[in-house]
C-alpha cells in the first residue's frame, strides 16, 4: 500500500505534468494530420511567410455563435489555423474572435469593415428560421488592413489568411504588363487572374509604340488579341525576350461562330511570330471525350425543353506535365482550342503542360459542327495532345495556351465566372517566369475530391436486400442463441447432478 506521503506526491506529479502539457500546448500548436493529401497541414509557403513577419499582425475574425455545427467546425478552424500562426510567427500573429450578433456597434463595424453579412437557415424551438450570420476576418498591419469578407473551409482558408499578410508585407509590387491595341482583353475583363496577380504585382496595360519602355517588367502578358499586330510591335517584342523577358500568350488560332456551325482559322499574325519562336499552334479545333456541354432547345409536344448535350470542343482538362506551373491543377475547361507542336531548333527547351486525356483528336479547318452529333469513343482515337506549353532558350521563357478566352471574365451583361484553375494557370505562369513560385504551391493547394465507387444495378439490388435482410438475420440469430441457451440452463437444474 502507497503511504499517504507517497500518494500525495504521485497526485502533485501528476497534476505539474498536466500543467506543464497546457502550458506547452499554449505556447507551441501541434496537430497530427493522416489525409493523404495533408489539409490540415500548412503550406511551407506559409511557414516561411509566418517565420519572416517582424511586425505584429492583428487578425479580427468576427463569427456568428449559436450556428449549426457546420459553421461552428468552420470557426472552430479557424481558431486552430490562427493558433498555428501565431505559433510559427513567435506570437507575432495575434488574434481575437468577435460576434457581432450580440451587439448593435460591432454588427455595424463588421459592415464597415467589408465582412460579408450571410443569411442562413435555422431551427429553433421546432420552427425554421432565417438567421443574419457573419464569418469573416480583418488583418491589420500598422496601417495597412486587408479584409476576408467570407471565410471559406479547408485549403481555401489558408489561402486567404496568408495571401492578405503578404499582401501587407511586399515592400515593392513588381508590374506585370499586359499588352493592348490590338483587341486583347482588358484587365478589368480578367478579374479572376487579377485578383491572383495582386498578391505580388500590379497588372497594368501597356500599348506597344516606338517610345515604350517594356525594361521595368519581367514578364508581359498578351490575351486574345483580335487585330492582326504590325511587323514593328512583334519587334519591340523580339527586343523584350532578347533582353530576358518572358512571354505569357493565350491565342485563339480558330474562331468558333456557333450561330452559323462552323469554325474557320484565325490570322493574326501573332501564330506566325510564335512558330519562328518555337512553339506552332496548329490550325485545327481539339476534342475530347470528356467535354463540357451546350444547351439545345428542344421540342417535346407542345413544350420546348432545355437540354444539355456533351460538346467535344469544350474539352476537360486534367492531364498537366509535374512542373511548378501546373503543380496541384485539378482541372482546366478549354473553348475550341488548338493543337501545339514545338517548332524550334536543338538551342531551344520545350515544355508540354496541358494534355488532352487518352480519349481526344482534332478536326482541321474549316469545321461545320453537328450538335445534334452522337459521338463514339471510336471518334477519338488521339491521345495527349499539348494544348499548353512553354519554351526556353537563352534566358527568355515563352508559355503558350491555345485558348485565348480560357481567363476572361467578360463585363456587364456578359460576365461570367471562369474555372478557377484557368486562372491559377496564368497566375502560375507569370508567377514562374517572374522568378517568384513562392505562392504557386499555396494557389494550387486543394482537397481532393474522392467520389464513390460507381456499381451497376444487379450490385445495388444485392446490397439492398443485404441491407435490408442482414439486420432480421442477426436479430434473429441472437435470440435463437438466447432461447437455446435458457433451454440448456433449464435442462441443467432439472439434471441430478445440478448443484
Same mark, same amino acid.
Given at each position: 500500500?502507497?503511504?499517504?506521503?507517497?500518494?500525495?506526491?504521485?497526485?502533485?506529479?501528476?497534476?505539474?505534468?498536466?500543467?506543464?502539457?497546457?502550458?506547452?500546448?499554449?505556447?507551441?500548436?501541434?496537430? +497530427?494530420?493522416?489525409?493523404?493529401?495533408?489539409?490540415?497541414? +500548412?503550406?511551407?509557403?506559409?511557414?516561411?511567410?509566418?517565420?519572416?513577419?517582424?511586425?505584429?499582425?492583428?487578425?479580427?475574425?468576427?463569427?456568428?455563435?449559436?450556428?449549426?455545427?457546420?459553421?461552428?467546425?468552420?470557426?472552430?478552424?479557424?481558431?486552430?489555423?490562427?493558433?498555428?500562426?501565431?505559433?510559427?510567427?513567435?506570437?507575432?500573429?495575434?488574434?481575437?474572435?468577435?460576434?457581432?450578433?450580440?451587439?448593435?456597434?460591432?454588427?455595424?463595424?463588421?459592415?464597415?469593415?467589408?465582412?460579408?453579412?450571410?443569411?442562413?437557415?435555422?431551427?429553433?424551438?421546432?420552427?425554421?428560421?432565417?438567421?443574419?450570420?457573419?464569418?469573416?476576418?480583418?488583418?491589420?498591419?500598422?496601417?495597412?488592413?486587408?479584409?476576408?469578407?467570407?471565410?471559406?473551409?479547408?485549403?481555401?482558408?489558408?489561402?486567404?489568411?496568408?495571401?492578405?499578410?503578404?499582401?501587407?508585407?511586399?515592400?515593392?509590387?513588381?508590374?506585370?504588363?499586359?499588352?493592348?491595341?490590338?483587341?486583347?482583353?482588358?484587365?478589368?475583363?480578367?478579374?479572376?487572374?487579377?485578383?491572383?496577380?495582386?498578391?505580388?504585382?500590379?497588372?497594368?496595360?501597356?500599348?506597344?509604340?516606338?517610345?515604350?519602355?517594356?525594361?521595368?517588367?519581367?514578364?508581359?502578358?498578351?490575351?486574345?488579341?483580335? %487585330?492582326?499586330?504590325?511587323?514593328?510591335?512583334?519587334?519591340?517584342?523580339?527586343?523584350?525576350?532578347?533582353?530576358?523577358?518572358?512571354?505569357?500568350?493565350?491565342?485563339?488560332?480558330?474562331?468558333?461562330?456557333?450561330?452559323?456551325?462552323?469554325?474557320?482559322?484565325?490570322?493574326?499574325?501573332?501564330?506566325?511570330? +510564335?512558330?519562328?519562336?518555337?512553339?506552332?499552334?496548329?490550325?485545327?479545333?481539339?476534342?475530347?471525350?470528356?467535354?463540357?456541354?451546350?444547351?439545345?432547345?428542344?421540342?417535346?409536344?407542345?413544350?420546348?425543353?432545355?437540354?444539355?448535350?456533351?460538346?467535344?470542343?469544350?474539352?476537360?482538362?486534367?492531364?498537366?506535365?509535374?512542373?511548378?506551373?501546373?503543380?496541384?491543377?485539378?482541372?482546366?475547361?478549354?473553348?475550341?482550342?488548338?493543337? +501545339?507542336?514545338?517548332?524550334?531548333?536543338?538551342?531551344?527547351?520545350?515544355?508540354?503542360?496541358?494534355?488532352?486525356? %487518352?480519349?481526344?483528336?482534332?478536326?482541321?479547318?474549316?469545321?461545320?459542327?453537328?450538335?445534334?452529333?452522337?459521338?463514339?469513343?471510336?471518334?477519338?482515337?488521339?491521345?495527349?495532345?499539348?494544348?499548353?506549353?512553354?519554351?526556353?532558350? %537563352?534566358?527568355?521563357?515563352?508559355?503558350?495556351?491555345?485558348?485565348?478566352?480560357?481567363?476572361?471574365?467578360?463585363?456587364?451583361?456578359?460576365?461570367?465566372?471562369?474555372?478557377?484553375?484557368?486562372?491559377?494557370?496564368?497566375?502560375?505562369?507569370?508567377?514562374?517566369?517572374?522568378?517568384?513560385?513562392?505562392?504557386?504551391?499555396?494557389?494550387?493547394?486543394?482537397?481532393?475530391?474522392?467520389?464513390?465507387?460507381?456499381?451497376?444495378?444487379?450490385?445495388?439490388?444485392?446490397?439492398?436486400?443485404?441491407?435490408?435482410?442482414?439486420?432480421?438475420?442477426?436479430?434473429?440469430?441472437?435470440?435463437?442463441?438466447?432461447?437455446?441457451?435458457?433451454?440448456?440452463?433449464?435442462?441443467?437444474?432439472?439434471?441430478?447432478?445440478?448443484?
Amino acid at each position: 500500500m502507497f503511504k499517504k506521503s507517497q500518494l500525495k506526491y504521485y497526485i502533485l506529479l501528476v497534476i505539474g505534468i498536466i500543467v506543464l502539457i497546457n502550458m506547452l500546448a499554449s505556447r507551441f500548436f501541434f496537430r +497530427l494530420d493522416f489525409t493523404e493529401d495533408q489539409r490540415y497541414t +500548412l503550406s511551407e509557403t506559409t511557414k516561411d511567410i509566418m517565420e519572416g513577419i517582424t511586425e505584429p499582425v492583428t487578425v479580427t475574425a468576427y463569427f456568428s455563435e449559436g450556428l449549426q455545427p457546420q459553421f461552428d467546425q468552420l470557426r472552430n478552424d479557424f481558431k486552430d489555423i490562427l493558433a498555428e500562426y501565431a505559433s510559427l510567427s513567435n506570437r507575432q500573429v495575434v488574434y481575437e474572435f468577435v460576434n457581432p450578433n450580440e451587439d448593435q456597434q460591432l454588427e455595424q463595424k463588421a459592415v464597415e469593415a467589408g465582412i460579408q453579412t450571410v443569411m442562413i437557415e435555422a431551427r429553433e424551438k421546432d420552427q425554421s428560421t432565417t438567421k443574419k450570420a457573419y464569418m469573416g476576418a480583418v488583418i491589420q498591419i500598422g496601417e495597412a488592413s486587408e479584409t476576408i469578407p467570407f471565410i471559406q473551409p479547408g485549403a481555401q482558408m489558408e489561402y486567404a489568411l496568408t495571401t492578405a499578410i503578404k499582401k501587407m508585407t511586399v515592400p515593392e509590387k513588381a508590374a506585370v504588363g499586359f499588352i493592348s491595341g490590338h483587341g486583347e482583353a482588358h484587365l478589368s475583363e480578367m478579374m479572376q487572374v487579377t485578383q491572383g496577380l495582386d498578391v505580388l504585382y500590379v497588372p497594368e496595360e501597356v500599348e506597344l509604340s516606338d517610345s515604350v519602355n517594356l525594361s521595368k517588367y519581367k514578364t508581359i502578358a498578351w490575351i486574345n488579341p483580335q %487585330d492582326t499586330i504590325p511587323e514593328e510591335h512583334l519587334a519591340i517584342v523580339d527586343a523584350f525576350l532578347a533582353q530576358g523577358g518572358n512571354l505569357f500568350v493565350a491565342l485563339n488560332k480558330v474562331d468558333a461562330q456557333l450561330n452559323q456551325g462552323m469554325g474557320f482559322s484565325k490570322y493574326t499574325a501573332l501564330g506566325k511570330w +510564335l512558330e519562328g519562336k518555337g512553339i506552332k499552334v496548329e490550325d485545327n479545333f481539339v476534342m475530347d471525350v470528356n467535354c463540357g456541354s451546350v444547351t439545345v432547345q428542344q421540342r417535346q409536344g407542345i413544350f420546348t425543353v432545355n437540354r444539355p448535350i456533351n460538346f467535344p470542343y469544350l474539352p476537360i482538362l486534367s492531364n498537366f506535365a509535374e512542373h511548378p506551373i501546373t503543380s496541384g491543377l485539378g482541372s482546366m475547361v478549354l473553348q475550341f482550342a488548338s493543337s +501545339l507542336s514545338f517548332s524550334g531548333d536543338s538551342t531551344m527547351n520545350y515544355t508540354p503542360l496541358v494534355f488532352t486525356s %487518352d480519349k481526344s483528336t482534332t478536326q482541321a479547318t474549316p469545321v461545320y459542327f453537328n450538335i445534334q452529333k452522337q459521338w463514339e469513343e471510336s471518334d477519338f482515337p488521339m491521345s495527349k495532345l499539348a494544348v499548353a506549353a512553354m519554351v526556353e532558350s %537563352d534566358n527568355s521563357k515563352i508559355v503558350v495556351i491555345s485558348d485565348g478566352d480560357m481567363a476572361i471574365n467578360g463585363s456587364g451583361d456578359e460576365i461570367r465566372q471562369v474555372q478557377p484553375d484557368n486562372a491559377n494557370f496564368v497566375v502560375n505562369a507569370i508567377d514562374f517566369m517572374s522568378d517568384d513560385t513562392g505562392l504557386i504551391q499555396l494557389r494550387s493547394k486543394q482537397v481532393k475530391m474522392r467520389p464513390l465507387d460507381q456499381i451497376d444495378d444487379a450490385d445495388k439490388q444485392i446490397l439492398k436486400w443485404v441491407n435490408f435482410a442482414l439486420p432480421i438475420m442477426i436479430i434473429l440469430g441472437i435470440g435463437i442463441y438466447r432461447n437455446q441457451k435458457r433451454k440448456l440452463i433449464r435442462l441443467k437444474r432439472k439434471g441430478e447432478s445440478y448443484v
